[in-house]
């Protein structure tokens, strides 16, 4: 049995344009933390007691993993990012667009790969700004790029709880 092939109307590619707002803020809200900041911890803007914005570089993935590496993450990484993003965008010309959920978290985690390639293929480097502390304690400072990619893959682990229930109610 063959199922009729959906058009870029009736799948989920129609939600690309959710990837490309993603894009947009983030390289937007990051040159103007880079034109408008002092580069380090020193710089920071105290907006709350738990929050920060800053401007820091990190050279390597979430949470600045493989950072202090000599150069060739930034590849890896940008390689990564392209693969994941082809295979979703595949997934999504695979899926109605009214299947909203998957939908939206895979368009999020575009995006934000995205965001970050541009930063890593220009910059050598990602722009974070965003720093939460409890205490002494701070979280490696992040960007709305990671933010979109770290909840469209929560969104994708909530869906399988989700769907693995629907199928054995």
């Known amino acids: 049995m063959s199922e009729k092939a959906l058009t870029l109307k ?38 709350l007691p738990f ?38 965008t595949y997934w999504m010309s695979k899926l109605p667009a009214k299947e909203k959920w998957n939908n939206i978290a895979y368009a999020m985690i575009i995006g934000g790969a995205i965001g970050n390639v541009f930063d890593r293929v220009v910059h050598g480097f990602v722009v974070d700004y965003l720093d939460f502390y409890w205490g002494t304690y701070h979280w490696p400072a992040f960007n709305l790029a990671d933010t979109t990619i770290c909840i469209g893959a929560a969104m994708i682990i909530l869906d399988g709880f989700l769907s693995k229930e629907k199928t054995t109610a």
């Open 51 to 88: 929050f920060n914005l800053l401007y820091v570089h990190n050279y390597g993935a979430a949470f600045s993993f493989l950072s202090d590496q000599a150069g060739w993450q930034r590849w890896l990484f940008t390689g990564i990012a392209f693969v994941v993003t082809a295979m979703l």
């Open 10 to 47: 009736e799948s989920g590619v129609r939600w690309l344009w959710l990837a490309l707002v993603i894009f947009i803020a983030d390289i937007a809200i990051k040159l103007v933390v880079m034109n408008n900041m002092g580069y380090g911890w020193n710089n920071r803007i105290e907006i």
